[in-house]
C-alpha cells in the first residue's frame, strides 16, 4: 500500500455492531427470562429518564427490515449479541427454543444476503436467575457460560464463523461491581476483582468449549483505552502506568501472557487475590483474534482522589469531545494497535466497535440527517486504523458503532451513536449521511475514504 492508497486488504470485512439489550425490546417474549438490565432499568433511578429497553429499537419483531437495510447499505458484516436469557431462561439447563430460533432466523437472513455474522455470546446482560446464585462472582459461572456457549455452537457454528466470548469484562467489572453505575449496581473494592477473574475464567471455558466443538474462529472483545501521561512527573507516570494496567493490561495480559498486570496489587491492596495456577491456565486458552473496541483516550494525572487507580483525566481545551465527554483521538486508535502487535505477537485484530454519540440535527424536510462530526468521526478513525495496517497491525475487519441508535445503558436514549436514526416514537429507521458515506467507504474498500 503506499502513502496515499487507503485501500485495505482483500476481504477486510466492513460492517456494523449492535448488542441485544440495546436493541432488540420484547426482551421477556417467547419465554425469554429476565435480565439484570431487565431488573437495573425498571428500578427507580438508575436510568436516565426511567428509560427502559422494553422496546428499544423493536429489533426483535423488525430484524428482516434492518437485515434488508443493512443489505441496501452494502454493509458486508453484522456483529450482534445473544441474549442469554432469550436462550436459557435460567440461565442454564432448558434450552427455550423459541429464543434460539430467532438467532438462527437473524443468522440465515444475514447469510442469504451475503451478510458476515459476528455473534457475541455476553453482551452484559446476564440472565437474572445467574445473578440470583452469585453471578460473575460465583466460581461456578465459568461452567454455566461454557455450557450455554455449548449450545450456541452446536446449534449455530459453521453459519456462524467469528465467535466473541464476552464483551468488554472492564466495564462489567468496572460498571457493574467496582462503581455501581451499570448492573448489577455493585460497590465493593473486593468484588471487582473477582468478578475480572471469573469473567475470564469463563472466557476460557467457552474457548475450550470451542475447540472441541466448533471449527472456526473464536476471540474476547475487550475496550482499550490508551493512557498518555499528562507531565513527565513520577507522580502522573506512576498514574498513568495504573492506569493502562488497570483497563488494558487487566484483561489481555492473562489471555496472552497468563498473569495480571502487577499494578493490580498496588490498585487493590488486601483486595487482590492470588488465583490458583490452574485459573491462569483456563484464562490462556488462545485465541484467533482480538475483538477491539476503541472510543477515546485518557491524558492521564495523579489523581489520588479517584479511588481505587487513583489516576484522573485531563480535558484538552483544543480538542473536540463527544455527546459522552469523550475525546476524539484518532491517534488512539493507531498508537493501541501498535501496542497489541508489539506486546502480544501481532494477533489477528478484528475492530468490533468505533463510534460517536453527537447532537445529530433532526430528520430534514428531504429526509436527510446531516451528522458531519460523525462522518468526520469515521474518516479519521478509519484513517487511523490504515496507518496501523501499513505498520504491520494484522487488522481483518471494522465494525461501526452503531447500526442504530439505541439504549445507551444507564444513559437510556439520549445519546445516539447510530449510523441510522431511530425514531422511537414511529420505529421508523432513517440512514444518516454517516451511513450514506460508511457506504461509500465499503463499497471501494476504503479508497472513498
Ligand atoms: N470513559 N471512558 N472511556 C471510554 C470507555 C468506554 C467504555 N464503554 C464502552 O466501550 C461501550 C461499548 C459497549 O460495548 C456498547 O454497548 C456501548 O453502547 C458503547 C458506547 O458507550 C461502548
Known amino acids: 500500500m503506499t502513502q496515499h492508497d487507503t485501500t485495505f486488504p482483500e476481504h477486510f470485512l466492513w460492517g456494523t455492531a449492535t448488542s441485544a439489550y440495546q436493541i432488540e425490546g420484547s426482551p421477556l417474549a417467547d419465554g425469554a427470562g429476565p435480565s439484570i438490565w431487565e431488573r437495573f432499568v425498571h428500578t427507580p433511578g438508575l436510568t436516565i429518564g426511567g428509560d427502559t429497553g422494553d422496546v428499544a429499537c423493536d429489533h426483535y419483531r423488525r430484524w428482516r427490515e434492518d437485515v434488508r437495510m443493512m443489505a441496501d447499505l452494502g454493509l458486508r458484516a453484522y456483529r450482534f449479541s445473544v441474549a442469554w436469557a432469550r436462550v436459557l431462561p435460567e440461565g442454564r439447563g432448558t434450552v427455550n427454543t423459541k429464543g434460539l430460533d430467532f438467532y438462527s432466523r437473524l443468522v440465515d437472513e444475514l447469510l442469504a444476503h451475503g451478510i458476515t455474522p459476528l455473534t457475541t455470546l455476553f453482551h452484559w446482560d446476564l440472565p437474572a436467575a445467574l445473578d440470583d446464585r452469585g453471578g460473575w462472582l460465583n466460581p461456578d459461572i465459568a461452567h454455566w457460560f461454557a455450557d450455554y456457549a455449548d449450545v450456541m455452537f452446536k446449534a449455530l457454528d459453521g453459519r456462524v464463523r467469528h465467535w466473541a466470548t464476552l464483551n ?12 455501581g453505575a451499570l448492573a448489577p449496581g455493585h460497590r465493593s473494592l473486593y468484588e471487582a476483582p473477582i468478578a475480572t477473574h471469573h469473567l475470564l475464567r469463563a472466557h476460557g471455558a467457552a474457548v475450550q468449549r470451542y475447540r472441541s466443538v466448533g471449527k472456526h474462529q473464536i ?7 490508551p493512557k498518555y501521561a499528562a507531565s513527565d512527573s513520577a507522580a502522573d507516570q506512576a498514574a498513568t502506568r495504573r492506569a493502562h494496567a488497570y483497563m488494558n493490561g487487566q484483561y489481555l495480559d492473562p489471555v496472552f501472557l497468563g498473569r495480571y498486570p502487577e499494578e493490580m496489587r498496588e490498585i487493590f491492596g488486601a483486595a487482590w487475590p492470588e488465583w490458583p495456577a490452574a485459573d491462569h491456565e483456563l484464562i490462556k486458552q488462545k485465541l484467533d483474534f482480538i475483538g477491539l473496541n476503541y472510543y477515546t483516550r485518557s491524558v492521564t494525572r495523579d489523581a489520588p482522589e479517584a479511588w481505587p487507580v487513583r489516576a484522573g483525566r485531563v480535558i484538552q481545551p483544543q480538542a473536540t469531545y463527544t455527546e459522552t465527554s469523550w475525546e476524539v483521538f484518532p491517534q488512539g486508535l493507531t498508537d493501541t494497535l501498535a ?14 466497535e468505533n463510534g460517536a454519540a453527537f447532537y445529530d440535527p433532526p ?3 428531504n429526509g436527510r440527517v446531516a451528522d458531519a462530526l460523525r462522518v468526520d468521526y469515521l474518516r479519521k478513525h478509519i484513517g487511523a486504523m490504515h496507518a496501523a495496517i501499513a505498520a504491520g497491525s494484522d487488522v481483518r475487519g471494522y465494525m461501526a458503532w452503531s447500526l442504530l441508535d439505541n439504549f445507551e445503558w444507564s444513559l437510556g436514549f439520549a445519546k445516539r451513536f447510530g449510523l441510522v436514526h431511530i425514531n422511537y416514537a414511529t420505529q421508523q429507521r432513517t440512514p444518516k449521511d454517516s451511513a450514506r458515506y460508511y457506504s461509500r467507504v465499503v463499497a471501494s474498500n476504503g479508497a472513498a475514504l
Open 168 to 179: 468488554e469484562p472492564w466495564v462489567v467489572t468496572d460498571g457493574g461491581y467496582l462503581h
Open 219 to 225: 476471540g474476547l472483545v475487550v475496550n482499550l483505552e
Open 339 to 352: 501496542w497489541i502487535r508489539e506486546r502480544y505477537a501481532n494477533p489477528p485484530v478484528y475492530i468490533t
Open 363 to 365: 430528520v430534514a424536510e
